[in-house]
């Protein structure tokens, strides 16, 4: 019986271990850039990684392709990622920077989704994986 037991223990604390292991190793956040670092190599093989000041110039650039009201990021998203910013209908919306909103981009199809209706939004198709993962790397350094 005490043995059995021991090895019950065992095994729980091996998968709480293993638990903490991949904790530590991969978040959400870090998940994602690697799926958009996997999805920008396979597009150019040239890809040499992201870039925040490439990710800082998508966010302020303004585009023509999007809709009238919102030709920049920065329409409804504040230029400093560390302000609130405000929809065209005028609601808020909290800060882009991750120091400031530690809930953001934990949540893969949360960032999918809005990229896609942003990006299209705003430059008037879908953004690259190139252009996501610049996006992000500058939110997170923000
Ligand atoms: C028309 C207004 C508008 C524009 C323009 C806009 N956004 Fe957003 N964005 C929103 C709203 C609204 C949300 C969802 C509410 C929230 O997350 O606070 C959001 C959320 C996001 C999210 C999800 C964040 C998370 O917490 O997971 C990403 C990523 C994002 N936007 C990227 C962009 C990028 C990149 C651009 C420019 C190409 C852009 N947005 C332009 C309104 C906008």
New binding site residues.
């Given amino acids: 019986m005490k043995h059995r037991t021991n090895r019950k223990t065992a095994a729980i604390l091996f998968a709480a271990m293993l638990g903490l292991a991949t904790a530590s190793l991969a978040g959400p956040r870090e998940d994602l850039v690697a799926q958009y670092a996997t999805a920008a190599k396979a597009a150019a093989p040239a890809f040499a990684g992201f870039s925040a000041a490439r990710g800082q110039t998508?966010?302020q650039q303004k585009?023509s392709g999007?809709?009238a009201?919102?030709p920049?990021?920065?329409?409804?998203?504040s230029s400093d990622p560390r302000a609130a910013?405000r929809?065209?209908a005028g609601?808020a919306?909290?800060p882009?920077a991750a120091s400031v909103?530690p809930?953001?981009?934990?949540?893969p199809a949360?960032?999918e989704?809005?990229?896609k209706?942003?990006?299209n939004?705003?430059?008037g198709r879908e953004?690259s994986a190139n252009?996501?993962g610049d996006?992000?790397s500058y939110?997170l350094t923000q």
């Avoid at 920049?72 to 998203?77: A, E, F, G, N, W």
Wanted: charged share 30%; hydrophobic share 30%.
């Fill in positions: 998508l966010h585009f999007g809709k009201d919102s920049s990021c920065t329409s409804c998203h910013g929809s065209p609601k919306i909290d882009v909103s809930a953001r981009y934990t949540d949360k960032v989704k809005w990229f209706r942003n990006c939004e705003v430059l953004c252009e996501k996006w992000l939110m």
